[in-house]
């Protein structure tokens, strides 16, 4: 269930959040690249897969406002 705030949204909102999500989810790949290679190990707690997962819903949703946009 989607709340409806983010309901409201239109999808130049959503394409905004998406390209910050985005922008937020390349720093935190560059960070466990570096960490990976200082340390020899994956870095604990890595806040990659929540980020994709934000990401994704946020596409989904940007997704569904086009098809209920679309006229039949």
């Not at 709340?3 to 998406?18: R, T």
Request: glycine share 2%.
């Amino acid at each position: 269930m989607v709340s409806k705030a983010i309901q409201n949204l239109d999808e130049n909102d959503l394409l905004f959040i998406e390209e910050l999500l985005s922008k937020q989810l390349s720093q935190q790949m560059e960070q466990d690249k570096t960490w990976q290679t200082k340390n020899g190990y994956d870095r604990p707690f890595a806040r990659t897969k929540r980020i994709l997962t934000c990401l994704n819903a946020i596409k989904s949703q940007r997704q569904m406002v086009r098809v209920h946009s679309t006229k039949w």
